[in-house]
C-alpha cells in the first residue's frame, strides 16, 4: 500500500511561518485531490486546504489569506505554506491523496501526521 510521510513540521512562533511537505513512499498513476487535515484533541478531524488536479484550491475559512497549497505532479507531492500562524493553528496535520490506479480504482491514502505547534 501506498505511504505518505509528512514533513516540516514543527514549533513556530505566532506570526511566524513553516512549510509542510507530504511525499509518497511510491509512484502512483493519478491524484485527482491533494489535501491537508488537521486534528486537535477532542475535535473531529478538519479540512483545511485541498487542490485538485485541475489546480483549483480550496480553503478553510480559517486559513485563507495565510495559507497556500500547492502541488507537484513530477514530483507526486503537495505542500502547504502556512504564513502568519496563530496559536489556534497548532494541531497535528495530515495529508491525504485520493488516487486512481491504472484500472480506474479510486484509493484514499493518509499521512501519519506531524505536529504543528504555534506558540510564543
Known amino acids: 500500500q501506498v505511504q505518505l510521510v509528512e514533513s516540516g513540521g514543527g514549533l513556530a512562533q505566532p506570526g511566524g511561518s513553516l512549510r509542510l511537505s507530504c511525499a509518497a513512499s511510491?509512484?502512483?498513476?493519478?491524484?485527482?485531490?491533494m489535501g491537508w487535515y488537521r486534528q486537535v484533541p477532542g475535535k473531529q478531524r478538519e479540512l483545511v486546504a485541498m487542490?485538485?488536479?485541475?489546480?483549483?484550491?480550496t480553503y478553510d475559512d480559517s486559513v485563507k489569506g495565510r495559507f497556500t497549497i500547492s502541488r507537484d505532479n513530477a514530483k507526486n507531492t503537495v505542500t502547504l505554506q502556512m504564513n502568519n500562524l496563530k496559536p489556534e493553528d497548532t494541531a497535528v496535520y495530515y495529508c491525504?491523496?485520493?488516487?486512481?490506479?491504472?484500472?480506474?480504482?479510486?484509493?484514499?491514502?493518509w499521512g501519519q501526521g506531524t505536529q504543528v505547534t504555534v506558540s510564543s
Open positions: 511510491e509512484s502512483i498513476f493519478r491524484i485527482l485531490i
Open positions: 491525504k491523496y485520493k488516487t486512481t490506479t491504472k484500472e480506474n480504482v479510486i484509493r484514499d491514502y
Open positions: 487542490v485538485g488536479d485541475s489546480g483549483r484550491t
